[in-house]
């Protein structure tokens, strides 16, 4: 990567570090609920890659909008993301002990108040986008709109429970994998980019050109992902290994292994490619795509 790349990148992730301390800080009016707060905060925090954010700032930057405008909108996706692996770890779900090298919330603070901090954390990102100056009343609608159903039934949430669901069955294909993960992982990601367009103005075929480009990214994530589960080790991660295969899930690797699925994962990359390609002053997302690629944790 360039040391312009990771300049730039260490610009996002501090950025969104700032924003996210800012946006749940403990105030003389909510100090009664400070429990909650540092609890969100926890996970919150924690630390991670923080790519949806990037993506936002990043997608806005290039179709020439500003950051200020991005800010809520790029806080509000990494508050969603961060709720979504609260849930995620609790014992009703994927059972994780440990996330992001440390005890996952419901460890370290039980499970009741985990689940609560992560519904705080599913409904404070659009009372941050409503509020937000920055943006025009138009601009809000439309991403509130965009977020909440990438988020839902038809998103992230519809994604998990085909992911839960075939944990019992014997019978998962391709096509049933590419539905869950463009569902489960790619929604967040897609609406990350159109969220970014959004705050910059861009038209709608942009919009929707940045979303295809999501969508392609957010399956290599994934697949990725697959192969670190039984390539990677538990401290590189910051989260146990071999899980998928301990609660008996399909995925890539399950069903190609780990070559044939690494060249899924390369192929499907190479086409995020192209369709970045149709953008100016795509510099660093090209670096930003190859770098999610060849990542090890």
Same mark, same amino acid.
């Given at each position: 990567?360039?040391?312009?790349?990771?300049?730039?990148?260490?610009?996002?992730?501090?950025?969104?570090?700032?924003?996210?301390?800012?946006?749940?800080?403990?105030?003389?009016?909510?100090?009664?609920?400070?429990?909650?707060?540092?609890?969100?905060?926890?996970?919150?925090?924690?630390?991670?890659?923080?790519?949806?954010?990037?993506?936002?700032?990043?997608?806005?930057?290039?179709?020439?909008?500003?950051?200020?405008?991005?800010?809520?909108?790029?806080?509000?996706?990494?508050?969603?993301?961060?709720?979504?692996?609260?849930?995620?770890?609790?014992?009703?779900?994927?059972?994780?002990?440990?996330?992001?090298?440390?005890?996952?919330?419901?460890?370290?603070?039980?499970?009741?108040?985990?689940?609560?901090?992560?519904?705080?954390?599913?409904?404070?990102?659009?009372?941050?986008?409503?509020?937000?100056?920055?943006?025009?009343?138009?601009?809000?609608?439309?991403?509130?709109?965009?977020?909440?159903?990438?988020?839902?039934?038809?998103?992230?949430?519809?994604?998990?429970?085909?992911?839960?669901?075939?944990?019992?069955?014997?019978?998962?294909?391709?096509?049933?994998?590419?539905?869950?993960?463009?569902?489960?992982?790619?929604?967040?990601?897609?609406?990350?980019?159109?969220?970014?367009?959004?705050?910059?103005?861009?038209?709608?075929?942009?919009?929707?050109?940045?979303?295809?480009?999501?969508?392609?990214?957010?399956?290599?994530?994934?697949?990725?992902?697959?192969? #670190?589960?039984?390539?990677?080790? =538990? &401290? $590189?991660?910051? *989260?146990? @290994?071999?899980?998928? %295969?301990? /609660?008996?899930?399909?995925?890539?690797?399950? #069903?190609?292994?780990?070559?044939? =699925? &690494? $060249?899924?994962? *390369?192929? @499907?990359?190479?086409? %995020?490619? /192209?369709?970045?390609?149709?953008?100016?002053?795509?510099?660093?997302?090209?670096?930003?795509? $190859?770098?999610?690629?060849?990542?090890?944790?």
């Amino acid at each position: 990567m360039s040391a312009e790349f990771n300049k730039k990148l260490e610009e996002y992730i501090a950025y969104t570090e700032e924003n996210l301390k800012s946006y749940n800080s403990i105030t003389s009016e909510n100090e009664t609920h400070k429990r909650l707060i540092d609890a969100m905060n926890y996970s919150l925090e924690a630390g991670g890659k923080r790519i949806r954010p990037v993506l936002v700032y990043a997608f806005c930057e290039m179709l020439g909008g500003v950051l200020e405008k991005a800010k809520a909108p790029a806080s509000a996706i990494e508050m969603i993301h961060t709720f979504s692996l609260i849930h995620d770890d609790l014992p009703a779900m994927d059972d994780d002990d440990f996330r992001r090298g440390k005890p996952s919330c419901h460890k370290a603070y039980g499970e009741a108040l985990a689940i609560l901090a992560g519904d705080a954390l599913s409904v404070l990102p659009f009372e941050i986008i409503a509020n937000d100056d920055a943006l025009s009343s138009e601009q809000k609608v439309r991403i509130i709109s965009c977020l909440a159903k990438a988020v839902g039934r038809d998103g992230m949430i519809g994604g998990q429970v085909i992911d839960m669901e075939n944990e019992t069955r014997d019978d998962v294909d391709e096509a049933n994998l590419r539905n869950m993960y463009r569902n489960k992982t790619g929604q967040l990601i897609a609406v990350s980019c159109a969220m970014g367009g959004i705050c910059a103005g861009a038209d709608d075929k942009t919009i929707e050109t940045a979303s295809e480009y999501a969508y392609k990214l957010g399956l290599a994530f994934q697949i990725i992902d697959d192969i #670190l589960d039984v390539t990677s080790t =538990a &401290q $590189e991660l910051g *989260k146990p @290994i071999g899980s998928d %295969a301990q /609660e008996n899930k399909t995925t890539f690797v399950t #069903l190609y292994g780990v070559e044939k =699925a &690494q $060249e899924i994962a *390369k192929k @499907i990359t190479e086409e %995020a490619m /192209e369709l970045l390609n149709r953008f100016e002053n795509n510099n660093f997302l090209i670096e930003l795509t $190859e770098m999610l690629l060849k990542r090890k944790n």
